[in-house]
Every structure is written in C-alpha cells, then in structure tokens.
C-alpha cells in the first residue's frame, strides 16, 4: 500500500527554500505518530531538509546519487520502488515529498494525509494537483491551536474509491 503524508496551506503551498514555510509542532507530533513502524519514502531535496534517517522508521530516499548517511536505502528510479511496494502488498510505504515525488506518484497513491492550514504563506512549492473525486474522505479531525501551534488546521485522510 503506498501513502503520502503532508502538510499544505490554503493555496497548496508546501515549501519554501528547501524548508517548510511554516512551524508547526502539533503536526510533526501527527507526521511522527502516523509514519511510525512504517517505511517512509522521500524524494533527495525533502530528505536534505532532515539530513539524517527517522528513527523507528525504515527510511528510502529516491535520488540519482547515492552519498546519503548510514540507515538510508537510496532507490534510483520510480520502477525500482513500484516494484518493491507491488512485492509487499501488506506493508504500508508512505512518501513523505516533495513535490516532485508526489507527482511522479499520484496515479499509485492509495491513501492521502493532508493537513490543510488555514493560512496563506510564500514559498515556491506547491502540491500537484489532485483529483480528489477519485478518493473518499475517511477522516477530519482539527489539530490544537496554541501559542505554539498558531494556525488552525485540520488532519484529513482520503482513501482510493
Ligand atoms: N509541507 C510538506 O508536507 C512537505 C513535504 C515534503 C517536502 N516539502 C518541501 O518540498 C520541498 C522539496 O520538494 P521538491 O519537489 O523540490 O523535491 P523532492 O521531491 O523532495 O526531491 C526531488 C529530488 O529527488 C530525486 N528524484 C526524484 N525523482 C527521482 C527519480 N524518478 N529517480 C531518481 N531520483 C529522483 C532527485 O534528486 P537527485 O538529484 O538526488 O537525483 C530530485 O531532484 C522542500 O521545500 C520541502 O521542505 C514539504
């Protein structure tokens, strides 16, 4: 089964400067506990914005190069990936981005978690577009506002029809 997690505000913005645009506490706790125990998989440029593999978590960049540190599988090419996610059909592989894997990506992703923010930033990239009429909302839960978490969102999973 293959996932994307991530994290877009109210235009489908989701980074800025190789970075995310914004802090947000309360959903790198949900990014942790919902990519746990699992395999996670990132595109080089996301990768480069953490530089070191997750802990609990089997950690898979994509890239062309290979120089990336001790507990990361490097993959090269897209076939190579679908091939492993096809040879486990009972593992959940999630992506964890950018932009250029999620588009590479969309026509197998099985199941989607968004948060959406409820806020505008600046960045320049954006989330592909997504033909939501083909996946069924299964959740919509708000996250905490606080004064560390100071933009309202909400933890949104969509599953294939
Ligand atoms: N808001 C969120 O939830 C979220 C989530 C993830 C990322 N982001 C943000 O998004 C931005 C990064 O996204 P991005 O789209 O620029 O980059 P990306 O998808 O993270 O990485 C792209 C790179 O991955 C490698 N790659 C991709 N497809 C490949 C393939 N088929 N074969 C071999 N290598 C492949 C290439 O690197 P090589 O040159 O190494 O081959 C490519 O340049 C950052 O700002 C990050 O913070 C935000």
Redesign the pocket.
């Known amino acids: 089964m293959l996932s994307f997690i991530?994290?877009?505000d109210a235009n489908g913005l989701?980074?800025?400067a190789?970075?995310?645009p914004w802090r947000l506490p309360d959903d790198m706790h949900y990014f942790k506990r919902t990519t746990m125990g699992n395999t996670i998989i990132?595109?080089?440029?996301?990768f480069r914005?953490y530089n070191k593999p997750l802990p609990g978590r089997t950690n898979i960049v994509?890239?062309?190069?290979s120089d990336f540190p001790d507990g990361v599988q490097v993959i090269?090419?897209?076939e190579k990936l679908c091939d492993l996610v096809d040879q486990n059909p009972d593992k959940q592989y999630i992506v964890?981005?950018?932009?250029?894997?999620f588009s590479?990506l969309l026509s197998r992703v099985d199941r989607l978690y968004r948060t959406k923010i409820a806020h505008e930033f600046s960045g320049d990239?954006f989330m592909p577009k997504i033909d939501y009429s083909l996946f069924k909302q299964v959740k919509s839960v708000p996250g905490v506002v606080d004064e560390k978490n100071k933009y309202p969102h909400t933890f949104e999973v969509f599953d294939r029809k």
């Open positions: 991530w994290a877009e989701i980074g800025a190789g970075q995310l990132s595109g080089s440029r996301t914005s994509i890239s062309s190069h090269s090419s897209i964890t981005g950018g932009a250029n894997l590479q990239t």
